[in-house]
């Protein structure tokens, strides 16, 4: 089994939003995000300050002006890269599901660069003290996409296809480009690690955290990855090993997951604006459907009339005209019965 991915979702999209009416939630969610965005962490102002929890340190004018050229790095990197981008798409599903996840991975161009994970492909758990230190993931990418991003050139030319499955690399050679494979990235805590060694070790295996990227399966009648999971040693090089397509380590926690309240002993968010409005929603949705029932009911109301117009064209229409005979006359042809739904916004 796997997780949903993104791709999942292409067809039901249209499923989801066929079955609201009334989307005063939605319009309720993007307010939300905006405010969030406006004034949590907006671009025009630092969102944070730095320092140090020894007051006489922060005194100090050489610390202060430390704190001040960190804060302005920081920010820098903050305005080039993504971040202001990523964030209210973080808040829009913070507020919804209550929780939320997107990755910090570094890049040589802007220093950090982020990438925001969907709701439903991902699963991640906690240690003892509540903070998430696994991670798990699935993520759809076409044939292009995985050996643009897990191959290597050559010194002497040609690809190096490293641990990127035969099947896959034969899909790439017979230009089949656009099929689409499900990757699968898992993310644990470093059970050898050992911080004077991550220090000058560039090996992923001295790293607090080891990322294992493999191929889980493919679209339509692609093949399956062969299942044999992490009995493999992890590679003492950049390599990865047969099973993984690529092997990664860092020294921090590279999932930033913002929850909205975590109960006790839990791991996922819970009580969000989402959670809470959810019944008042429903409620809109029902009295919305009452609503609309009522305007038909008013604007086409059903009709009665005598029995000689079953031989007759009968018209309801503004400007119609229903013609009876002699004999059916005093009967005529009126609404079944009359209402006054009051309707308003």
Known sequence: TRLKTAADDKSNKQKQTRA??????????????SGMSNGATPRARPSFLLGVNNPTKVKQSQAKKYFSQCEQAINSHFNIGNLYRILPIAYKDVGLFSTAAYMMLPDLR??????????????FAVNAKGS?????????MTV????????????????????????????????RYTEEIILSQVIVENASYNPEKAKVS????????VCYTFVQSGAGNLPLQANRGF????????????????ISGYNYFPVIIPRWEVQAEGTWGCDGPGDMALGDI????????????GVHKLV???????ASLKRHQASILAGGITYVDHAGASQGFKPAFQMDPKLYE
């Open 132 to 140: 998430p230190n696994m991670f798990y993931r699935d993520v759809c």
């Open 282 to 293: 429903m409620s809109l949705n029902e009295m919305e459907k009452a609503r609309l029932e």
């Open 144 to 175: 292009r996409q995985v050996v643009d991003e897990y191959s290597m050139i050559k010194p002497g030319g040609g690809v190096d296809y490293g641990g990127i499955p035969t099947w896959v690399v034969q899909h790439y050679e017979n230009a």
């Open 110 to 123: 802007y220093g950090f660069w982020f990438y925001p994970l969907a709701m439903g492909t991902y699963g």
């Open 231 to 246: 009995r493999t040693e992890l590679s003492t090089t950049h390599k990865p090993t047969s099973e993984f397509v690529k």
């Open 20 to 33: 609201i009416i009334k989307n005063k939630g939605g319009l309720a969610l993007r307010t939300f995000t």
């Open 300 to 306: 086409r109301p059903p009709m009665v009339g005598p």
């Open 202 to 209: 560039i090996r992923p295996s001295d790293k607090k955290f």
